[in-house]
């Protein structure tokens, strides 16, 4: 199993504090990686908002490549934060060169580009820098999206962070979003490490996704670029959420109707149910049979868990006005926020989808059996 | 026969046939069952003479030589009469006296069965034991990462879908604006695939029927019937049961003329409309209701005279190319029914399935495509077809599915696999397999004959005389003297039987790749195969 914990908040957080959560919860994780999703950022970026930032690890070669190939394209550095790690990694972490976290301006003819064309090229960029990292060794790309850092690696959450030193890094989001990895079906690959990225959607999960290749062949097959990767079975909960959403333009509370459908005499019942029925029929091949939890964050900072229909893994939401937290277990939840109310947090159960707006208000509990909003 | 009689080119004994009845003459009452049971009167009662030599070393002991003679079974070596191997003597026989072995060798009876230039037909399938079916394993089984599920506890919808299903972006867009979405049934995935009024009994027909009532009606299991080609009975076609019943039309039409007149007639819709364009057995080739079998009834169905053969033609008479015909008739179909009930095509195991799948791709009518494999069962047709004609049906599903998935279209067009699924008594691992290499649902025929009523049909060429009307359980008989041997009832409890125990074996297949909530359509992660080849064929793990 994995251990997940995502964070949103008013306030600017240090992402130490879900690295000690992870911690917390290590029983649940053996170090085979760690994943780390920073959104809404603040310090440095605060004012660079719409500035696409790219975050991955590099060597000294690819590092040169990379500059060479975003001149061509007309990209110049805006601001950077760059890691040259000490020499001795500490054990089962490896040796790297450089792990960077650039915002770049866009070159002058993106200026006026639509968002959706923009947004296009944004990820063909991602993908085209990911493939020549891939063809030589020498780049590891994460993401390359305005207001957005990501930071993978194999090792202990803890001892990572020493090792890159992020306590001392100048990294405030305000939604956070962690996951420490147990490694289990495939080889350690960082693409395998979660979270997972698409055009301002990411999600983390815990469990295995026993429809995985169906799934796969099936977004495989939607002829949108972004859906390759897959090194874990997990991505394409990121990518049925990307597809639900911004493909589809359903809403979060329409995503767990595609990823876990009602069962055809609790769908009878809902009042949606014509409109659930075609939903399952033609979304059949996006079912996900789990076991899973899924822990999302949406373009627009909102974050929210599902559970899928058999509710095999844990997961909790709490907080308070302002801060609330989303994560695999108590114990965690109780080392990112020990000052809530525990009498509120809340378990989501197998129809249950949790969300908390971008307002940061409150915990909306969504069951699966409510009539759908409407539109507007 | 005397050592110097005349003998011919067909003259045979009894170890050259495929089947030699062993009778013990001790046991035997000469009761006479055996003889009038048998359905091809391959045995009689005989006369045997018998001398019995008596002497004694003894001086002055009396010596004898007498001949006497003894009554018993005989068995016929012409090759008209030859046994089959049912084994009914077995069966009847009060005192285990009688029973039908296996030649030892390849029998000579199969060079002499062409008389009068007329090459074998039989009933039955391709007669090659063993599938290629039951090598395939799962090999996926969730173990401490994702737990297995409990198969006897945990909750499953193991439903398939059959119509066409409109891509995610199209269907909220004809939601939306109120346009038409084809109509798609949620069904069992395991259907009883066509076997028509006619080549089966009418005991057997009534009994699959009660079954599926049942099923649906009292244990909520959605399964669906084909009915074959041969008509569908009147009130049938007028009660609300049709729902349950998917009708079939193929190149004969018979049967079409009183459905059609019955449209208005009719309660509630049929669950599908069939065309069937081939049949895995003897593909190329059409239906054969020999004339044995055409009585009065049959005959009044299917709106022919009775007594005569009915050979379908092999393919559709009005249609001269895919594009136009088969649309056409796909449309039509819809049209009878006011555009409600799904229309797919069946055909049989081909090199050529991608051609057929790639054009119903570009038709939006089109529900599905049935795929009936080279060992598919028949009532009737020639050894030749049989044996040597046809495709295996998990390539040809693979290629299927896999080119569905190149184009994107896996959801929205359902294969249905069929030929020799649970050939070896495997149903519930070869369904299993065949759903993960991508077909929606399975088709069921001879299978369920051996299991619900009792056929005697073999690989090994059993029985197999389904073709004559002699079927001896009364299965494939229109004879009422045989097909009262046969219980509806009881045939009705045993399809229940049947899919409960299919139900749980597929529970119990699901269960431990923790798989619940959907069936496994083209999970190939979960196969493998003993074999590179076809491991490698078929896209799926090779493990040894």
Redesign the interface.
């Known amino acids: 199993m994995c251990r997940l914990i995502a964070l949103t908040s008013e306030e600017p957080l240090s992402p130490m504090i879900a690295l000690r959560a992870l911690d917390v919860m290590r029983e649940g994780h053996d170090g085979s990686g760690v994943g780390l999703l920073l959104r809404d950022l603040a310090g440095p970026f605060e004012n660079m908002k719409n500035a696409p930032i790219l975050s991955g690890i590099f060597s000294e070669k690819g590092l040169k490549r990379l500059d060479r190939f975003m001149m061509d394209v007309g990209f110049m550095t805006k601001y950077r934060i760059s890691v040259k790690p000490p020499k001795t990694p500490p054990p089962g972490v490896p040796r790297r060169d450089v792990y960077l976290v650039r915002a770049y301006e866009y070159p002058e003819e993106w200026e006026n580009l639509s968002s959706v064309e923009l947004y296009s090229r944004l990820l063909i960029l991602r993908l085209e820098l990911q493939r020549m990292g891939e063809e030589k060794g020498d780049m590891i790309i994460f993401s390359f999206w305005p207001d957005t850092i990501m930071i993978k690696e194999i090792g202990e959450p803890l001892e990572l962070a020493e090792h890159l030193n992020v306590d001392r890094m100048d990294l405030g989001a305000r939604v956070i979003m962690a996951q420490g990895r147990q490694n289990t079906n495939y080889e350690i690959n960082l693409y395998a490490c979660h979270p997972f990225f698409i055009q301002g959607f990411s999600t983390m999960t815990n469990g295995e996704n026993t429809a995985f290749i169906p799934i796969r062949e099936y977004l495989m097959s939607r002829g949108f670029q972004g859906y390759t990767g897959y090194q874990s079975d997990s991505e394409v909960f990121t990518h049925i959420l990307h597809y639900t959403l911004s493909q589809l333009g359903l809403s979060i509370e329409t995503y767990k109707h595609v990823i876990t459908p009602l069962q055809d005499e609790d769908l009878k019942k809902h009042p949606d149910y014509q409109f659930l029925k075609q939903l399952k029929h033609s979304c059949r091949k996006l079912i996900i049979d789990g076991p899973n939890c899924v822990i999302g964050c949406l373009p627009d900072h909102s974050l929210f868990m599902a559970q899928d229909r058999k509710k095999l893994r844990p997961g909790v939401v709490g907080g308070r006005e302002g801060l609330f937290c989303f994560c695999s277990e108590i114990c965690g939840l109780d080392s990112a926020i020990p000052d809530r109310d525990k009498s509120r947090d809340f378990q989501p159960m197998h129809f249950d989808t949790v969300i908390v707006g971008p307002d940061r208000k409150e915990a909306e509990i969504c069951c699966q059996t409510q009539q759908l909003p409407r539109p507007h | 026969m005397l050592s110097n009689a005349a003998i011919t080119p067909s003259t045979l004994s009894v170890k050259d046939l495929p089947w030699q009845i062993l009778w013990n003459k001790d046991k035997c009452t000469l009761c006479g069952k055996c003889t009038a049971v048998c359905p091809v009167n391959a045995i009689e009662s005989g006369v045997f003479r018998k001398r019995i030599v008596r002497t004694s070393l003894e001086q002055g002991a009396t010596q004898s030589s007498d001949h006497s003679i003894f009554y018993g079974i005989r068995q016929k070596t012409d090759p008209a009469y030859s046994c089959v191997g049912c084994a009914m003597c077995s069966l009847v026989c009060p005192n285990d006296a009688i029973i039908p072995v296996r030649s030892d060798e390849a029998d000579k009876l199969r060079f002499h069965i062409n008389r009068g230039g007329r090459p074998r037909t039989r009933g039955g399938r391709r007669n090659v034991s063993g599938s290629l079916l039951d090598q395939i394993k799962f090999i996926?089984i969730?173990m401490l990462?994702?737990?297995a599920?409990d198969a006897g506890r945990?909750?499953f919808?193991l439903?398939t879908?059959l119509g066409r299903?409109?891509?995610?972006?199209?269907?909220?867009k004809f939601?939306e604006e109120n346009g038409w979405?084809p109509p798609?049934r949620?069904i069992y995935p395991l259907i009883i695939g066509g076997m028509s009024f006619g080549a089966l009994s009418p005991s057997m027909w009534e009994g699959l029927q009660m079954g599926v009532a049942y099923l649906n009606e009292e244990l909520g299991m959605p399964v669906r019937i084909s009915t074959g080609e041969g008509g569908c009975p009147p009130r049938l076609l007028r009660s609300r049961f049709l729902k349950y019943v998917i009708l079939q039309i193929a190149s004969g039409y018979f049967g079409w003329d009183e459905i059609i007149h019955s449209i208005p007639e009719m309660k509630v819709d049929p669950c599908a409309i069939e065309i069937k364009y081939g049949q895995g057995a003897k593909p190329g080739d059409g239906g054969l209701l020999m004339w044995h079998k055409v009585n009065s009834l049959i005959a009044a169905i299917r709106g022919v005279p009775s007594g005569i053969s009915l050979p379908s033609p092999p393919t559709h008479q009005t249609q001269y190319s895919i594009e136009e015909s088969v649309a056409k008739m796909i449309q039509s179909m819809y049209m009878a029914w006011g555009f409600r009930v799904p229309v797919y095509p069946k055909i049989s195991g081909t090199s050529t399935a991608l051609a057929v799948l790639n054009n119903l791709t570009r038709n939006p009518y089109a529900a599905g495509l049935a795929i009936d494999g080279e060992d598919g069962g028949t009532g009737a047709a020639y050894n030749v077809s049989m044996n040597h004609m046809g495709h295996p049906v998990a390539s040809n599903i693979r290629d299927c599915y896999l080119n569905l998935?190149?184009?994107?279209m896996?959801?929205e067009i359902p294969l249905f696999a069929a030929g020799g699924v649970g050939k070896t008594g495997n149903l519930a691992a070869n369904a299993a397999a065949l759903i993960m290499l991508g077909a929606s649902g399975v088709q069921v025929g001879k299978y369920l004959m051996e299991a619900a009523a009792g056929c005697l049909g073999s690989e090994s060429d059993r029985c197999n005389i389904c073709n004559i009307g002699l079927c001896p359980k009364g299965i494939t008989s229109q004879d009422p003297r045989l097909y009262r041997r046969l219980d509806p009832e009881q045939v009705a409890q045993r399809i229940v039987d049947v899919f409960i125990s299919f139900d749980i074996e597929l529970k119990k297949i699901v269960a431990p790749?923790?798989?619940?909530?959907?069936l496994?359509?083209?999970?190939?992660?979960a196969l493998g195969i003993n074999d590179k080849g076809a491991a490698e064929r078929l896209n799926i793990k090779y493990v040894v």
């Open positions: 996926r969730s990462t994702d737990p599920l945990h909750e919808e439903r879908l299903i409109l891509s995610p972006e199209e269907n909220l939601v979405i798609v949620e998935v190149k184009v994107g896996q959801n790749l923790g798989r619940s909530t959907s496994p359509i083209g999970m190939s992660d």
